[in-house]
């Protein structure tokens, strides 16, 4: 990537990349919000949008393209990684095991081959949250009718998982998660001083 200015001072270099700062937070917290699957759709559209901004704020700042690679990299992590290690963390430590029963198996052509949804019911008769398995969870094999044990989330953000899901390691994961976001707040204060570095030797 050419090293242009785009910027004409200081000051708008300084805005730019203040704006920039809240990028990661923000899109981690968007990430969160998609681990809801009533809000995944808008968690991860309005992450994308807020990732693709974060960027283009740092390349209007600082035209650098190691930089911007770093952000990519980081941003797209801090876009995928933080919601299902929410998920993962509720199942992990206030996941209840119910049993339940699949109501209907719904097939359907996905880029690598069939994808399946699951549709459960309580075995007990109680309401069921995001009373779905996705691909990941039910495949071919399973029937309507059959029965499964399933964790699920107390308060209903997320949806249920296999009992058998492994979520060892998962409070490592989580205890380096902030690693992520701060990576990148250091990538866009990169930006500021590569930034800020055109106009100091004036």
């Avoid at 701060?182 to 930034?195: H, I, K, N, P, T």
Wanted: with cysteine; hydrophobic share 45%.
């Amino acid at each position: 990537m050419p090293r242009i200015a785009t910027v004409t001072s200081s000051r708008k270099v300084r805005r730019l990349t203040t704006i920039a700062f809240f990028g990661p937070p923000v899109i981690v917290g968007l990430s969160l919000l998609a681990a809801n699957p009533d809000w995944s759709g808008l968690g991860l559209v309005l992450g994308t949008f807020a990732l693709i901004a974060t960027l283009l704020l740092m390349i209007t700042a600082a035209p650098n393209g190691c930089l911007i690679v770093g952000g990519v990299i980081l941003g797209i992590a801090a876009l995928s990684v933080p919601g299902p290690l929410l998920q993962a963390e509720v199942m992990a430590h206030q996941g209840q095991r119910v049993e339940v029963r699949v109501t209907s198996v719904k097939r359907y052509q996905g880029k690598h081959g069939p994808e399946y949804t699951c549709s459960l019911e309580r075995v007990d008769g109680k309401p069921l949250k995001h009373a779905e398995l996705g691909n990941d969870s039910c495949d071919g094999p399973m029937e309507v009718g059959q029965t499964e044990d399933v964790l699920i989330d107390p308060h209903g953000w997320t949806a249920p998982e296999l009992t058998e899901t492994d979520y060892s390691g998962i409070d490592i994961a989580a205890w380096a998660l902030p690693v992520v976001p701060g990576l990148f707040e250091l990538l866009v204060w990169l930006s500021r001083r590569v930034g800020l570095r055109r106009f100091e030797g004036r």
